[in-house]
């Protein structure tokens, strides 16, 4: 059972790069979620998709950009990095959006230089 | 406004020993769901427990017990007859009305042999 799948777990990027990390669920879930985690902190939604076709802000969305591409996936893209987008992101999914979530991607340690 | 408190940073027990991780939350919803995940020292989240708001029963796991106390606004974890394996950092969580989790800031748990 694959669960929830993120791509990739490592990735260093410099100042104004831009990427996209990638998340797949294989689950059938409605919802999917992404988080970032930093040092001493609990995570915090970047943002969510209740359903296919619909996605929106959580917490922190300044500078992220997200597209559920189809009911297994959704990805989260970083236009122009900043060190301050150094974290360790998880991707998440769950039955529903009033359901929490449940299940957790290993994540993704990016550090921006 | 929504917030989740765990004012335990890091416990340290010996091994057998009983340990209780506190959780404390706000909210003015009547409809909320709460939770607890164990983050353990490889990285990934594991969802452990869900309990709504109107459901105020004590939860047994085994050797993981819950209490939930809505007079006090507590979600409280305990780990009975603690092990190696336990030590890990343990997050709570509060969903309210605007299906976004809500996260305490973690508590580390170290069990010593």
């Known amino acids: 059972n694959a669960g929830v799948t993120q791509t990739p777990k490592f990735q260093v990027l410099k100042t104004g790069q831009s990427m996209t990390l990638q998340c797949a669920q294989d689950m059938n879930h409605n919802s999917m979620y992404w988080y970032r985690q930093d040092p001493g902190m609990g995570l915090r939604l970047i943002y969510y998709?209740?359903?296919?076709?619909?996605?929106d802000k959580g917490e922190v969305p300044n500078g992220y950009n997200v597209s559920r591409l189809n009911k297994r996936e959704f990805s989260l893209r970083l236009e122009s990095a900043a060190p301050s987008q150094t974290s360790v992101y998880f991707c998440?999914?769950?039955?529903?959006?009033?359901?929490?979530?449940?299940?957790f991607g290993q994540g993704t340690r990016l550090t921006v230089v | 406004a929504q917030k989740v408190t765990q004012a335990q940073t890091e416990i340290s027990v010996v091994e057998k020993e009983d340990v209780t991780l506190d959780c404390v939350y706000e909210t003015r919803d009547t409809t909320y769901y709460l939770f607890w995940y164990k983050q353990p020292p490889s990285g990934e989240l594991v969802f452990l427990i869900r309990?709504?708001?109107?459901d105020e029963q004590n939860e047994i796991s085994g050797r993981y017990s819950w209490n939930f106390q809505k007079s006090t606004s507590s979600f409280n974890f305990t780990i009975t007859a603690s092990q190696v394996v336990d030590s890990a950092v343990y997050f709570c969580a509060l969903l309210g009305s605007n299906y976004q989790l809500i996260w305490g800031a973690g508590t580390k748990l170290i069990i010593k042999p």
């Open positions: 998440a999914s769950s039955e529903a959006v009033d359901r929490g979530t449940a299940f």
């Open positions: 309990r709504n708001s109107f």
């Open positions: 998709s209740a359903s296919e076709g619909t996605t």
